[in-house]
């Protein structure tokens, strides 16, 4: 395990300055003690089930992906070493298509937009290969569902730590995403059943990725509405930073607390 900022040997003494300073920005002066109501906090939240919900969207396309993809090519007419070494090029596209999109989505400080973009993306690419069964367009679907929804779990991933306020409700709204989020695996495992064009199977990872849009155009809008509602709260009671000390146990419940579209 990685050394924490203000015991790692790696860092040096500005960088660690900077670090630690960076990581109680993100903190939001909230606590990060250990209490058995911060663990209920993300519990009783409904947010935290939206992301599983949004998670297992995106989930089942990455896990059919990663099991059907050279079944998929093979069935277009390849052989199995051939469907094997170009089953390749979707992955590396997604894997490009993961940083490049975590970088622009960290500097625009946007997550909903990223995930919706790239379920649409993905979306595109499945009906691609639930229409057309010549191998050219159907191999250009595989490659956009790769490129579409690769990017959208570390996003998502992000999305639903960043809103959850402080470190423990943190902690456990993550555990319970990734956690619950991993049962779409199973799913994924029992729907490709109707080669070799396995209707049965797109179809199923179109529904689930039009879940995962919806879901993250209602989160968009929700959170847009309780950060309006708190900008009210702080101008009607007259919050500002320097009383951050008294909501530090409310979590994302703080007036002080803004959440990320």
């Known amino acids: 395990m990685h050394d924490y900022p203000e015991t790692a040997k790696f860092l040096t003494e500005p960088e660690r300055v900077h670090v630690i300073n960076m990581l109680k920005q993100d903190a939001n002066d909230l606590a990060t003690h250990y209490h058995i109501r911060f663990v209920l906090q993300a519990m009783r939240d409904y947010k935290t089930y939206i992301q599983v919900l949004i998670y297992i969207g ?83 679907g595989a490659c956009l569902a790769a490129i579409g929804v690769y990017p959208t779990i570390a996003v998502d991933l992000a999305w639903a730590g960043s809103n959850a306020g402080g470190d423990l409700k943190r902690g456990v709204v993550i555990a319970m995403v990734i956690g619950i989020g991993n049962l779409g695996g199973i799913c994924s495992s029992f729907i490709y059943i109707d080669p070799p064009r396995f209707h049965i199977g797109h179809g199923t990872i179109m529904g689930f990725l039009c879940l995962s849009m919806l879901l993250s155009l209602f989160a968009m809008w929700n959170y847009d509405r309780l950060n309006k509602h708190k900008e ?12 951050r000390d008294e909501f530090k146990n409310m979590g994302d419940s703080s007036p002080l607390f803004r959440y990320t579209i």
Not at 63 to 71: C, Q
Not at 72 to 78: A, D, P, S, T, V
């Open 58 to 140: 995106l989930l089942v396309p990455v896990y059919a992906i990663a099991l059907f993809t050279p079944t998929i090519i093979n069935e277009l007419g390849y052989s199995a070493t051939s469907a094997q070494l170009l089953s390749i090029p979707p992955f590396v596209a997604g894997c490009i298509a993961t940083v490049l999109v975590g970088v622009y989505s960290d500097k625009r400080n946007l997550r909903g937009p990223f995930i919706i973009g790239g379920t649409f993306v993905s979306l595109v690419g499945y009906i691609l290969l639930y229409c057309d069964g010549r191998a050219g367009p159907s191999y250009v």
């Open 232 to 243: 009210a709260q702080c101008q009607a009671e007259c919050i500002s930073d320097d009383r």
